[in-house]
């Protein structure tokens, strides 16, 4: 029977901040776990969801720069054609870099092993945590990048997919954030002819809006095991990038969202979150067409509300290899479930 297995190889590299004037580098034994600010502040309010907690929330600040060798996902015999195996099979991501640099990433930068900057830190603040005896694990993540469009940046200097040996080609994800500026917003009703607008945050912010990120937690009681999720989005990425030999195979501005229709005039006015609601998982047997049973994880309520759209998709150069523009209007997925189970 074939299996999987998987290796991570990692090194954490970052410099902590004690002060917003201060930056130290890390000693070695801090090089081993994320940097991370702990703050009990009251950052957003969620009583509108009901959840009973004591005390001060516990909310993480987080500015922090990271590198993993490599992230390997082993198939043991690879595809079995008439019972002979042509050998392991791998899905291997070797030298990822996770920083926030503050001008464009270049092409030189993808094929590096030091990408980043000492100070070139991600962003992320107001991670909150609540939890609550009926209601389960509430997360929220506030901010992922700043105001001035530096949003989280993640590289990988090579994709393999089948073979355990280097591809050639890169991988890029350059400003992934919850932040959504106003020219984002003119730019994308430009190109779709949409009316949407940006609604103020909790934190006033100047030239666009956050987009808390949430995901509630509840375990299922009954005596088969699972959980249920409910989950509300947005991200926007300023490109997704494949590289190889120095061209590009890209999207820019790509955002998950969904439009609001606030007023009820029928039209979309108003940019809000995707949402995947009472989404569950659970453990259960599943009986497969020749009778064999086997444990799988069981999936319902698959039922994701969102809009998608692309500025531009392109080949070769970014500004000028454009070839159009994408949008989903209304992604609608209900009365969907999966089964996920090995073999």
């Known amino acids: 029977m074939n299996g999987f297995r998987v290796c991570v190889l990692c090194g954490l590299s970052a410099v902590a901040v004690n002060s917003m004037a201060d930056l130290r580098q890390m000693s070695d034994k801090e090089l081993e776990r994320t940097v991370a600010q702990l703050e009990l502040l009251d950052v957003i309010n969620q009583d509108d969801l009901d959840f009973q907690t004591e005390g001060s929330d516990l909310v993480i600040d987080m500015d922090v720069q990271a590198d993993i060798d490599s992230l390997v996902l082993f198939n043991e015999e690879g595809v079995s054609l008439d019972g002979e195996s042509n050998g392991d099979g791998v899905i291997a991501l070797t030298g990822i870099h996770i920083g926030s640099s503050k001008t464009p990433i270049t092409v030189a930068q993808v094929a590096s092993n030091q990408p980043f900057n000492e100070d070139d830190l991600a962003f992320i603040h107001g991670i909150r ?3 609550d005896p009926q209601l389960g694990t509430l997360v929220t993540i506030n901010r992922i990048g700043d105001t001035l469009g530096n949003g989280v940046d993640v590289i990988v200097n090579d994709i393999s997919l089948g073979q355990n040996s280097s591809s050639g080609t890169a991988l890029l994800l350059e400003d992934v954030s919850n932040f959504v500026s106003d ?5 994308l009703n430009k190109t779709f002819n949409l009316q949407l607008s940006n609604q103020q945050d909790a934190f006033h912010s100047q030239g666009g809006s956050y987009q808390p990120i949430t995901a509630q937690i509840v375990p299922l009681s009954g005596d088969i095991p699972g959980v249920r999720y409910d989950y509300e989005f947005l991200i926007r990425i300023e490109k997704v990038a494949l590289v190889r030999n120095g061209s590009e195979l890209g999207m820019k501005g790509l955002m998950i969202y969904q439009g609001l229709d606030t007023n009820g005039d029928g039209v979309e006015d108003t940019i809000g979150p995707a949402t995947l609601k009472n989404y569950t998982m659970q453990l ?17 309520n698959i039922d994701l509300h969102a809009d998608i759209s692309i500025e531009s998709i392109y080949t070769g150069n970014p500004e000028t290899g454009s070839f159009g523009s994408f949008l989903i209007n209304n992604l609608d997925t209900h009365n969907s479930q999966q089964w996920v189970y090995a073999r």
């Open 183 to 187: 020219d984002a917003v003119s730019r």
């Open 129 to 131: 945590v609540q939890t």
């Open 284 to 300: 259960e047997p599943l009986t497969l067409p020749n009778g064999e049973v086997v444990q799988a994880m069981h999936y319902t």
